[in-house]
Every structure is written in C-alpha cells, then in structure tokens.
C-alpha cells in the first residue's frame, strides 16, 4: 500500500509538472509620491490617489515601485520588466460620462540582473511624464481621471500568465 501511494504522488508531481515549478511573480506595485517644497524634495511617501485640478501640472515627482518576487531555491537571472502607462479620459462636459482607457503613452523596458533565492526585487518606474500627456490634453475637452500601470515579466517555460502580468490604476480627483 505504502509502494502505491508514493507511485501515485511520483506520476501526480511529474504530470503536473510546470504547475509545481518555482518561478519569478508579480508580487505588488506601489505608487509614490516625493511632494516638493520650494527647492526641497521630500522623501517619497505612499500614495492612494492623485489630486489635480483639470490642465494643472502636477508638482509633485510621481513613481512607481514594482515588487518582484523569486519563489525558486536559486538566484534566477535576465529578466526584463515591460511596463506602459496609459490615462482614463472623460469628457469635462459631461460628468457622467464613462469615459475610454486611451492606447499606453509611455512603455519601457526595466533589465532586473538577477533575484537571489527565495527573495525580492524593487523596480523604480520613475519616468511617468505625467505632465508631458496633461499638456497634450489642454483645451481637448478631456481630462484623465485614472491613471494605469501594466507590468508583465518577459515570460519563460512553465510560467503561470497570471503570475507575471499585473496591473495598477490610481485615481486622479479634483480637489
């Protein structure tokens, strides 16, 4: 009886194969914020949602932390982190309007060297140009209310989809 079961869980470990494997995972992003005061940058800081008036710049320099996490029992190496950012549009006039997610304005690729064993890694997106896009939007009759982040590691064999691939909207609200 001993002999049948340990053959039973060999053949279900091997069948299931990548399922069981260790891999690199998407574990959390993190929006930050390092608010300027005068000449003087503060240190950056968690933040839930924007607040900006429509066509105003925002003063503030804004970044993103991308938490990745090794659940293997050895350094993994080579990854690349694709990210884009996109804006949620509405319409001014209209409050009620849904509004569309418009195609991403910014996309960039972050090198990761390696991961230690069982460990962690902070990616800093810190080129958001923000801005530069609110610029474009002036006098348009639109305006961003969210602003999203998609990340997805460059995927190997036996990767989960959903491991790899996360997405992060933060709110922009009118004071």
Known sequence: MKRATTAVLLAAFFVSGPALSAQVRIH???????????????PFEALSEIILEPYQKFPHKLRAVITAQNTAAKPVEGLVLRCSLSLHLVRLANPADPGFWAVPFRVEELRISQIRAAGFYEAKLIHSQLNEQLKKLKNSGFWADALKLAVMLDPRQGDDPAAIILESVINIKKP
Do not use: A
Request: hydrophobic share 35%; no cysteine; charged share 25%.
């Open 28 to 42: 959390k992003i993190n929006w930050q914020v390092s608010k300027v005061q005068g000449q003087k940058k503060l």
